[in-house]
């Protein structure tokens, strides 16, 4: 009982520790070794289950993956569902309380098809007067380490999960280091058509308790090499089946337009979302699609006049309200000195007419274009140089994140800890890749690569 007793209080006193951050992964290492002595595994008694699940939680994924190979009893706690579902929430919130350390994915695209990819896990301590900015690299296995591997898009986090669109689609958990490749989807279009754009949303089905990628393609006549206006094809991949299955084209809200993807995760409701319009009368009016996730249908969302024209100010979908709910930020395309943005939310999700002008920001400096959201209020932007930076609107502050982009080649995401795994049952035939960071980012201040 006494040497169990010590493990977790060396367990404790690692999450506790301020030097965590240099030493925690080593001194966890030790632990776990001295746990898997004998005589260690062959103690009867227990502690309080909560007090070992507390203890635990306050520990790294990649820590806890170790610490699983301990005993039997830590085995079943670590990969219970409601420990892996509890961890998330309690871990992260942790961490951004103790530490006011803030984690980003950084991705930085090809401009050019031939050119890889770079995804860097970005830390830093914003509320210093000067940010202390550190950055690990992601390190692709051989096979995808390659310029003809490369990803245009970075989707999440979605329970810690994430979904990068390109060649391949992947479905990765960084903290646990797992990197899936989706199969190839076989699904062709309408008799006499082709696929030429596509867009992608993700999210989850928390009643199969499934992860989900939807495509929607447009659609080209070969005859004419002409494309089809404001018609689609729509396919859904799902990680339990492993597998791609054409979705009833007659439940697309058609005619609509898709202007892209949102810069910003925007999966709110269990439905992911798309900005578009419609043409009513010759006049071009806003829309939102969204998907949803559960239920596998689409919907039209009519949006308030909230601005005057696409070619004046951009908008950009966001979630608000814990994720109940879906926003606009609007603000304008010119590289003007400054610019101000305004929130546009939806008070009722399920109400169309519930559009309303939350908030404004500004003017500020700096900003050229939104690239992701982190809260209610706080932004991350690229500046005219293509610069990232953090703004939060409460103290008004900027922070430049000394990570340089161009052609319009960055995305941001929030990271987040996970122990969710990708891994399915009767899976042996699905291909999965071990991941890691490696440091120092050599791209960190590096504007040419």
């Known amino acids: 009982m006494l040497s169990l007793c010590m493990l977790l209080f060396l367990l404790f006193f690692v999450t506790m520790s301020k030097s965590m951050k240099g030493h925690g992964s080593k001194l966890t290492s030790f632990i776990v070794q001295m746990a898997n002595k004998r005589e260690m595994i062959k103690?009867?008694?227990?502690?309080?289950?909560?007090?070992?699940?507390?203890?635990?939680?306050?520990?790294?994924?990649?820590?806890?993956?170790?610490?699983?190979?301990?005993?039997?009893?830590?085995?079943?706690?670590?990969?219970?569902?409601?420990?892996?579902?509890?961890?998330?929430?309690?871990?992260?919130?942790?961490?951004?309380?103790?530490?006011?350390?803030?984690?980003?994915?950084?991705?930085?695209?090809?401009?050019?098809s031939s050119h890889k990819t770079f995804i860097s896990l970005l830390s830093c301590i914003l509320d210093e007067p000067k940010a202390h900015i550190s950055s690990k690299l992601?390190?692709?296995?051989?096979?995808?380490?390659?310029?003809?591997?490369?990803?245009?898009?970075?989707?999440?986090?979605c329970n810690g999960i994430y979904f990068l669109l390109g060649n391949p689609n992947i479905m990765m958990n960084p903290s646990i280091s797992q990197f899936k490749t989706l199969p190839l989807?076989?699904?062709?279009?309408?008799?006499?058509?082709?696929?030429?754009?596509?867009h992608a949303g993700f999210g989850f089905d928390s009643k199969t308790n499934d992860y989900k990628v939807v495509v929607i393609k447009d659609l080209w006549l070969k005859g004419t090499d002409k494309r089809k206006p404001m018609h689609w094809t729509a396919e859904l991949y799902s990680l339990n089946s492993n597998s791609w299955r054409e979705l009833d084209a007659a439940g697309l809200p058609l005619p609509i337009e898709i202007r892209g993807p949102s810069k910003v995760y925007t999966f709110a409701n269990n439905c992911c979302h798309w900005w578009g319009f419609v043409d009513e009368y010759g006049r071009k009016e806003d829309v939102v699609l969204s998907f949803d996730m559960v239920n596998e249908v689409f919907r039209k969302i009519k949006v308030a006049r909230i601005r005057e024209s696409s070619k004046e100010a951009f908008a950009t979908l966001a979630p608000f309200e814990e994720a109940t709910t879906i926003g606009v930020i609007v603000y304008p395309v010119?590289?003007?000195?400054?610019?101000?943005?305004?929130?546009?939310?939806?008070?009722?999700?399920?109400?169309?007419?519930s559009w309303i002008k939350k908030y404004s920001v500004g003017p500020i400096e700096m900003i050229y274009k939104i690239v992701g959201f982190y809260g209610c209020n706080q932004f991350l932007c690229v500046d005219k140089d293509e610069g990232l930076i953090f703004y939060e609107a409460d103290s008004q502050e900027i922070k430049y994140l000394q990570v340089d982009g161009k052609n319009d080649s960055l995305r941001a995401?929030?990271?987040?800890?996970?122990?969710?795994?990708?891994?399915?049952?009767?899976?042996?035939?699905?291909?999965?890749?071990?991941?890691?960071?490696?440091?120092?980012?050599?791209m960190l201040n590096k504007r040419d690569y």
């Open 43 to 112: 103690q009867r008694e227990f502690l309080p289950l909560e007090l070992v699940s507390n203890i635990l939680s306050r520990l790294p994924a990649k820590d806890l993956m170790k610490c699983k190979h301990v005993c039997k009893s830590w085995y079943i706690l670590i990969t219970d569902p409601y420990f892996i579902t509890n961890y998330y929430a309690f871990y992260n919130n942790l961490m951004h309380c103790q530490t006011q350390e803030r984690h980003l994915l950084v991705i930085r695209r090809p401009f050019l």
């Open 138 to 157: 992601f390190n692709f296995s051989k096979e995808y380490n390659s310029d003809h591997k490369y990803w245009t898009e970075i989707m999440g986090p």
């Open 185 to 198: 989807s076989y699904v062709t279009g309408p008799q006499g058509t082709y696929f030429l754009t596509e």
């Open 334 to 353: 010119q590289r003007t000195e400054k610019k101000s943005f305004d929130v546009w939310v939806m008070r009722d999700y399920w109400d169309d007419g």
């Open 413 to 442: 995401t929030l990271y987040m800890e996970s122990l969710v795994s990708l891994q399915r049952r009767n899976d042996s035939s699905c291909q999965f890749v071990s991941c890691s960071f490696i440091s120092p980012d050599h």
